[in-house]
């Protein structure tokens, strides 16, 4: 507590104080009622275990004391043992990592002490109330640098949606979870070391391994172990080993090296000196806040067709926009996202393919919004009613679907916030309002926000926005172009947005600065648009695979979508069903986070002429399609297979677990994504592998590295590759000879059958 906080505690009124004791009082007496038997009983196991100890310590004099912990005061202090660098880090000391609940994710520490003596450091878990959910050992992985590491996890990973019931079980785990390091003296290794060479060279053996007795015999009485009466026994049985002279030294040191002994050190330690790290904060987040699959659709497409007898399109709605859902839910997307279903404006509407002009019958971009019907708050009479948004959103739910809405801040000229808030818009200097511009772009058809005048009143608008949509079952927030607004606004609405509605996300359409990206994420972006689509030669996947899921990963989730309604790359345009193949298992595989614009199921890869995005694009009409042509292409089979991979192997999908195999062609990329035993539900590891040709047009063969102890593989049986998109198996070793053609398979997804070669009863079994 800081001085200036001590002397205003000492300025409360004896009253105060007074009511406090009372209160005190009251509250003890309270504990001690409801203790009662059990706190008695408690206290008589602890003295009984403390004479125990004692008479254990008496029967095997001449251990050395245990080192102490020592306390500390502030977080620039050292304890016994010196815990420095934990990563990851709360960056600038404000804004915590941010990890989906049950996400596997790993932290490392410096860890280390003064001279010869070894150290051990575990990993603490604990929830927003103090509980500790988890207890994991960390690993030595450089010991010239002190560099410690462990996976990690905040809670259980669900697949609870917000409008569940059971959501409120999982609503109260969210918040900010905390991970303490502790470092500690490890006396076992340090005496083990020594007494080894002592032993073998015949020098002060009896001392060692006098000293050896009595250091298992205080190991069993160690509370901190946590051990249990057998594990005690297997300790006190060594040390009476160790200390009986009649035995050779060779033999007494061998009790205390074994199997059982050697087991107990890894899961239950002997642990000196504890010295805790300052808790490291963590911002865990809802089921689907990272880990998801998304499905975009514009509703007035779905189930529009051509009138025969007028030759116009005409049109779907809400209602029809069903088509959307079940096609979504078919191949097994998570969220379904909308693009502005609002009123279109008139003035300046834009034309096909963005023509300045419109013609009669153009239905107009639905980012031009607002109009003499209403705004934002507002579903354009085209699409339908709110009731058929509510409806529309119903049945989602009922699918197991969020829905996702876009966001756009930006106004027609015929938007009512025109003539109701003049002074949200800024003016040229003759008087009219300036239309939106990224020179030598131009929207003719948009009027931004000025955010200088009154951005409070602003705030309070878009924050009833948001809670109308809430309201209706709009669980995400798609947020156009959020770089083109302050983010002091964006940190102010979605922080009074999530107070009341922690299960909303929002996810950042913006394609800019990192600094800027960075930011969004500090104020609750908790997805991001990024530069997936342009990162297309095994060079750039690598390296943007572990820009994506590395440390980054705990600030900007990135999500991998191969084309959107503004982006169709050089890519798809040149490679046809084999590059939609390749992208799309990128994609999915390549973040726990991945978007899919429909249409990609029908090969729509024509560009309009001189821009990088379609002909005849669907932001400035409607698109009427024949999705029985699906099954000419196979893409939408292969989105479904991505999906049930990614379902069925939900615990190795986390923005920091990615490792780059190396191969031997410049055409094939391989990775793996790796969640240890230790943090799984089954106790298994589980490992993908993902090996895919970049080469659309050629066959290539590489060998692929894998280095299997990394992966909980023993290189004794080697490992059981079954490609999920095939079901055929494979057996790998270290080095593993891969082809594939674009004409066949374009790409391996291998999961690791951790439960056939490495299991000796599986393959028994077999």
């Excluded at 990609?600 to 024949?626: A, S, T």
Aim: proline fraction near 7%; glycine fraction near 6%; charged fraction near 25%.
């Amino acid at each position: 507590m800081s001085k200036t906080t001590t002397a205003q505690a000492a300025t409360k009124t004896t009253r105060e104080h007074s009511a406090r004791t009372t209160a005190a009082k009251d509250a003890a007496t309270t504990r001690t009622r409801q203790t009662g038997r059990s706190g008695r009983t408690a206290a008589a196991k602890a003295r009984a275990a403390k004479a125990e100890a004692a008479k254990v310590a008496a029967e095997f004099p001449g251990g050395e004391p245990a080192a102490p912990s020592i306390a500390v005061s502030g977080p620039e202090q050292f304890g016994r043992v010196n815990v420095m660098d934990i990563t990851p880090c709360e960056d600038q000391g404000i804004y915590p990592p941010r990890v989906e609940l049950g996400e596997a994710f790993e932290l490392t520490a410096q860890v280390f002490i003064e001279g010869r003596t070894k150290v051990g450091a575990t990993a603490v878990v604990r929830n927003p109330r103090g509980r500790e959910t988890l207890r994991v050992p960390m690993t030595c992985v450089n010991p010239g640098l002190d560099r410690w590491t462990a996976m990690v996890r905040c809670g259980e990973r669900s697949d609870v949606k917000p409008w569940e019931p059971d959501f409120a079980h999982v609503k109260r785990q969210l918040g900010e979870w905390s991970v303490t390091i502790e470092g500690w003296e490890d006396i076992y290794v340090s005496w083990l070391h020594d007494a080894t060479i002592k032993v073998e060279v015949d020098d002060d053996t009896e001392n060692a391994l006098t000293t050896g007795a009595a250091l298992l015999a205080r190991w069993a009485e160690t509370p901190d172990a946590g051990l249990k009466a057998a594990q005690k026994k297997t300790l006190l049985q060594a040390a009476h080993t160790m200390a009986d002279r009649t035995l050779p030294p060779k033999q007494r040191l061998a009790a205390a090296t074994s199997d059982a002994v050697a087991e107990l050190h890894r899961t239950h330690p002997l642990r000196d000196g504890i010295s805790p790290s300052a808790p490291q904060r963590f911002k865990v987040e809802r089921p689907g806040s990272s880990f998801a699959a998304w499905y975009q659709f514009f509703p007035r497409s779905e189930g529009a067709y051509y009138d025969q007898a007028t030759g116009k399109i005409v049109q779907g709605t809400l209602k029809t926009a069903v088509s959307g859902l079940d096609r979504a839910k078919a191949e097994g997307f998570d969220i379904v996202y909308l693009p502005p279903i609002f009123p279109i404006g008139t003035t300046n509407r834009k034309g096909r393919n963005n023509a300045l002009t419109a013609g009669p019958d153009d239905p107009g971009s639905p980012f031009g919004i607002g109009s003499e019907l209403g705004g934002h708050d507002t579903v354009d009479p085209k699409l339908g009613t709110m009731d058929d948004f509510k409806a529309l959103c119903a049945k989602a739910h009922e699918l197991g679907l969020e829905v996702a809405l876009d966001f756009a801040l930006q106004c027609s000229p015929d938007h009512p916030w025109v003539k109701q808030h003049p002074d949200w818009f800024r003016t040229k200097p003759d008087g009219t309002i300036a239309f939106a511009e990224n020179p030598p772009k131009k929207y003719q058809d948009i009027y931004p926000i000025d955010f200088n005048i009154d951005m409070p009143g602003i705030e309070k608008e878009v924050e009833r926005i948001l809670e109308l949509w809430i309201g209706a079952g709009v669980t995400i927030f798609r947020v156009d172009n959020p770089h083109t607004k302050p983010v002091r606004f964006w940190q102010d609405v979605i922080a009074a947005v999530t107070k009341r509605h922690p299960e909303v996300l929002f996810l950042a359409e913006a394609f800019t600065r990192p600094g800027m990206m960075r930011a969004l994420s500090y104020v609750g972006f908790t997805q991001s648009h990024c530069y997936f689509p342009w990162r297309n030669t095994k060079e750039e996947l690598e390296e943007y695979l572990h820009t994506t899921n590395c440390d980054d990963g705990y600030y900007q989730h990135n999500t991998f979508w191969p084309t959107t309604p503004d982006i169709l790359t050089a890519y798809l345009r040149d490679n046809g069903i084999a590059g939609h193949a390749v992208r799309a298992v990128l994609a999915a595989m390549g973040s726990p986070s991945w978007g899919i614009y429909n249409g990609y199921e029908l090969i729509e890869n024509r560009q309009r002429p001189g821009f990088e995005e379609q002909i005849d694009n669907e932001k400035y009409e409607v698109k009427v399609r024949d999705w029985s042509r699906t099954d000419e292409f196979g893409i939408a089979e292969l989105l479904t297979s991505l999906n049930r991979i990614r379902r069925t192997y939900p615990e190795v999908f986390s923005y920091h677990n990615v490792h780059v195999l190396e191969t031997s062609d410049p055409n094939i990329v391989a990775f793996a994504r790796h969640t240890p035993s230790a943090l799984t539900a089954s106790g298994k590891p589980e490992t993908l592998v993902v090996v895919v040709n970049l080469d659309c047009h050629n066959a290539h063969q590489a060998m692929v590295h894998f280095e299997m102890p990394e992966f909980e593989v023993d290189p004794k049986w080697g490992a059981h590759m079954r490609d999920e998109l095939t079901g055929r198996d494979f057996a790998w070793s270290w080095d593993n000879f891969v082809s594939l053609a674009p004409w066949a398979d374009v790409a391996h997804v291998f999961h690791v059958v951790h439960d056939f070669w490495n299991d000796p009863q599986a393959r028994r079994q077999d």
